[in-house]
């Protein structure tokens, strides 16, 4: 019968069932990540590839760390091997490069036959994910949207688009202003967050009763979702 903590020594020459177990451990592990990244991912569709990139990238790495051993020279020249290859994929958000570096990680440690690391190290990143994920944490916005219309430059106008902003939002701060129609007309964009009990459908229709200004417009954040 196979004993875990046999094969918990650093060993210059690996057996081939260390090496079969390191792998098998490795993608075990990756695909736990994977899944987790999955079922906590926030947005409107997430990559295939990506997914699949999570379960190998750990799997390499295992491999590698097997590999180089202890060996000083090999890391070396594993070290100037890989310096050869150009990764040009660009990682927009910092959660899918954490989640790069836990699959890594994950291979590394078993790479250097740290199973205990690996497997508690991962169990522990999957389990905080889900926590953050189903918490209120980081949810919890400034402003709620964009708001968006232009205007004549009418003053009884402008006053009654600060009476409907005070009335409906929390706050608001008005970000870009642009030229029109060679001054006749100018363009606001404002960042809102609405009152308690306001609607946003009333907040559009009470800037559009306004019949200086056109072309309203209002997107909204949502919490829950990442665009």
Known sequence: MLDIFELQTTAVNPTLIT????????????????????????????????????????????TVMQAIGDSLAS???????????????????????????ACLAAGIACGVNGYDIAVVGTLGFCVIAFVLHY????????????????????PEGKAMLDHVLKDHCKLFALITLRDMAQGKRLDYAY?????????????????????????VSLLLQETTIDI
């Open 19 to 62: 090496i079969i177990y390191t792998v098998v451990l490795a993608f075990l592990l990756s695909t736990l990540i994977a899944f987790t990244y999955e079922k906590t991912f926030r947005g409107l569709s997430y990559s295939r590839s990506y997914l699949q990139a999570l379960v190998l990238s750990a799997i390499v790495a295992s």
């Open 191 to 215: 960042h809102v967050k609405l009152k308690k009990g306001k609607n946003k459908a009333d907040l559009v229709n009470a800037l559009n009763s306004i019949k200086s200004i056109s072309g």
């Open 135 to 154: 918490s209120p944490f980081g949810q919890e916005s400034y402003f709620d949207g964009m708001l968006r219309f232009n205007s004549e430059e009418d």
């Open 75 to 101: 890391g070396l020249g594993m070290l100037g091997a890989l310096a050869i290859i150009r990764f040009r994929t660009s990682l927009k958000e910092p959660r899918d490069i954490i989640f790069m570096f």
